[in-house]
């Protein structure tokens, strides 16, 4: 997993292909900014500390440029902004205007409980009225009530691409019969029906197959932070062969979750579609699946469809298969192709098994609206501050404790008509979601395995040395004494953690982790590296199969939760070594719905119940929600972060002006994922893939929904 993301582009040689890049940098490094201008009444100035520069501005000063956007799409602003000393009601913003200063959008906020005169706050922004701008005016802005009262503004960036032409031509039987290649993007409702549509004619249980060529007909790359020098093998998809299942007008795949292909670098994920038929096509039946790529070995995600025509007697057209969007801060590009499919119906033998779980999931969800409708059930929400706080293009939505309001999900062809089953990646939030429960339930069936200890069930590590009083809990805790730099993230972002993610089996990720050095006393230093919840869940197989549960901690222990709540068929399983040891990765792995998460959620803050009794530890559990000794846990990031057993905590008080702290849990993901447990059971998500982590603009309209103060 790697932590850059360029902004500079490499590009495809294809015909509608975009580039994205940055239109304009600033980081005051070089102690002059002469094309900003300062306004308003307040000190605006650069200001040296160490070896930064940035730009101060207080009071009610501001200062601003103008950037050139014209031709240029998919607009991303991103700035950090610092602050120190702010009243309630003060503020330190940027923000960025369309139309000539008519208009000011707040692109990012710090209030007070974001004022440590240290930490930095990022904001990353994008909205669709930014786009083609002849002009963009950007700014910071300070709003401040008392005299020595700061805030400084650096790192300004605006990226942007160039436009794509989407083709204009249908889909129709005529294309994807035929020899010549796809043309480009299409439009996201060319693939769904259309007026005309019709039940399917016929039954549709049988096998699909398709057979990728080398490369695409199309494909352009937007970011690519780790470009392949010569022939890139990314760009060949692997064959796919699927069982499908007709239920009604939905086609439902018989295998879910990622399908382990022979291809080096990615797998496949295949979601619930549609069928139907349009009177044009002459006797076809038209099926559209959501599909992924995902990254082999990893989580990476590359969201899109494949569509094509079908009829009864085993006739199949080419099929249609697009990727428009990704949660993947590394690596991203559109890609289309008509690609050879076979189709052989037949019966399914798991077919009813299929149907009925399927129908199960869908009817165990809680009631879905979109999320306008959030400001006519609570009025005075601001939609504007909840997408700041998601991120560009993300996939978000907040749960009130009865309702889940859902934000459509952008794509670069047009919202996708078929979010409810697009697979978003866990990355890290399987610390939380599997490595902290399958622990404390194994607390909850043998008590004190906390405090089990990792030599006594990891013989690599033993024979390391210094690890004979590292226990369990301090894996979860991600204090295990081992570590090279107690810095922020900087085990985690280093070079030699490519070795880690990389390998395949469970033997060389252990020796990687235990090989760590040790450097302090475990349990008394936080440095966050995933190698130690990877320990971890080995050390728990090795418990389970000890004590007679089974042979595999998530089969035997987190497999259970997701069947007691319904959810998806995707968290049936999570990556694993590629090894005949299967040892699941723990600490990030998991492929699912917006659903599934907000579920998850919702299961945790209600106390993870199943059938009326507790299935966790609930000492555990209440410590990692900081339900008891609120703020316990180690310092990370800044005063108002823990980490504690798996879970983050943020102290949002300050920031709706709360007499006392209010620390929320969360779960965090790479690239932008995060996952917040608001008191009285109301939950917010928010998957980007821009490294914009900062949710805080979201807390005032959560207070809207259920004060948080009281």
Not at 120 to 128: C, K, L
Not at 526 to 531: C, K, L
Request: proline content about 6%.
């Amino acid at each position: 997993m790697i932590r850059a993301l360029c902004l500079a582009a490499t590009l495809a040689v294809t015909a509608g292909s975009a580039c994205a890049g940055s239109l304009y940098h600033q980081d005051f490094q070089k102690g002059l900014a002469p094309e900003w201008r300062a306004s308003g009444e307040g000190d605006v100035r650069l200001s040296f500390y160490k070896d930064n520069v940035s730009l101060k501005f207080a009071g009610h000063g501001r200062s601003g440029v103008e950037v050139a956007a014209r031709g240029f799409r998919d607009i991303v602003v991103r700035a950090n902004i610092a602050a120190l000393g702010l009243a309630s009601g003060d503020g330190c913003y940027a923000e960025v205007s369309p139309d000539n200063g008519a208009t000011w959008i707040t692109a990012l906020s710090v209030r007070r409980g974001q004022d440590d005169g240290v930490s930095r706050i990022n904001g990353t922004f994008a909205d669709p009225r930014l786009d083609d701008a002849a002009k963009l005016l950007f700014r910071f802005r300070a709003d401040l009530s008392r005299s020595d009262a700061i805030c400084w503004g650096d790192d300004v960036d605006v990226s942007g691409a160039a436009p794509v032409a989407l083709r204009s031509g249908p889909l129709d039987v005529t294309l994807m019969t035929g020899a010549a290649p796809l043309g480009g993007l299409s439009p996201t409702s060319a693939f769904m029906p259309g007026p005309g549509a019709q039940a399917a004619t016929g039954h549709f249980d049988g096998r699909l197959t398709i057979h990728p060529a080398k490369a695409p007909d199309g494909m352009a790359e937007l970011g690519d932070s780790d470009p392949v020098t010569g022939s890139d093998p990314r760009k060949t998809w692997p064959d796919l062969t699927i069982d499908l299942v007709q239920d009604g007008g939905r086609i439902i795949p018989a295998q879910r979750g990622p399908i382990v292909s022979a291809s080096p670098e990615w797998d496949w994920v295949i979601e619930p579609g549609q069928v139907w038929t349009d009177p044009a096509d002459g006797g076809y039946s038209r099926v559209v699946l959501p599909v992924a790529l995902e990254e082999r070995n990893a989580n990476c995600l590359h969201n899109g469809r494949l569509l094509l025509l079908l009829k009864p007697d085993g006739s199949a057209s080419k099929a249609v298969v697009q990727f428009d969007a990704d949660t993947c801060a590394y690596y991203k590009f559109d890609a289309w192709s008509l690609v050879p499919a076979s189709y052989r119906a037949g019966s399914v033998a798991s077919a009813d098994a299929v149907i009925a779980r399927d129908r199960a999931e869908r009817a165990s969800r809680p009631p879905l609206k979109p999320l306008d409708a959030l400001t006519a059930d609570h009025p005075g929400i601001d939609l504007a501050a909840l997408a700041r706080a998601a991120g560009p293009s993300a996939v978000f939505g907040i749960y009130d404790g009865t309702v889940h309001y859902a934000a459509p999900c952008h794509t670069r062809a047009g919202d996708d008509p078929l979010c409810a089953e697009r697979s978003l990646p866990s990355y890290s939030t399987a610390k939380s979601l599997v490595a902290a429960q399958a622990l404390f339930r194994l607390e909850a069936l043998i008590p004190a395995t906390v405090n089990e200890k990792v030599a006594d069930h990891v013989p690599y590590c033993a024979g390391k040395g210094g690890w004979g009083d590292v226990r369990l809990i301090d894996l979860l805790d991600m204090a295990s004494g081992h570590y090279d730099s107690a810095v922020t993230e900087a085990d985690e972002d280093s070079p030699a953690m490519r070795a880690f993610f990389g390998s395949t089996t469970e033997a060389a990720k252990i020796a990687f982790a235990c090989d760590k050095p040790r450097k302090s006393a475990p349990g008394k230093v936080w440095v966050y590296h995933t190698p130690d919840t990877f320990l971890l869940g080995v050390a728990m197989n090795d418990v389970v199969r000890k004590a007679g549960l089974g042979q595999d901690y998530y089969d035997s222990l987190i497999r259970p939760v997701w069947a007691s709540l319904g959810q998806s068929p995707d968290l049936d399983d999570i990556r694993r070594t590629y090894d005949t040891a299967a040892q699941p990765f723990s600490g990030w792995g998991l492929t699912y719905h917006r659903d599934d998460v907000m579920r998850a959620a919702r299961y945790l803050a209600g106390g993870a119940q199943i059938d009326g009794k507790s299935y966790l530890d609930p000492r555990l559990l209440n410590e990692a929600l900081q339900r008891s000794s609120p703020g316990g846990g180690f310092v990370a990031t800044g005063a108002h972060f823990r980490y504690r057993h798996g879970f983050w905590a943020r102290d949002v008080g300050p920031l709706v002006g709360c007499s006392r702290p209010i620390w929320t849990p969360f779960m965090s993901g790479y690239g932008g994922i995060s996952v917040v447990m608001f008191p009285d059971g109301v939950v917010y998500y928010a998957y980007n893939d821009d490294n914009h982590f900062d949710w805080a603009a979201a807390v005032s309209e959560i207070d809207k929904i259920k004060p948080l103060c009281s």
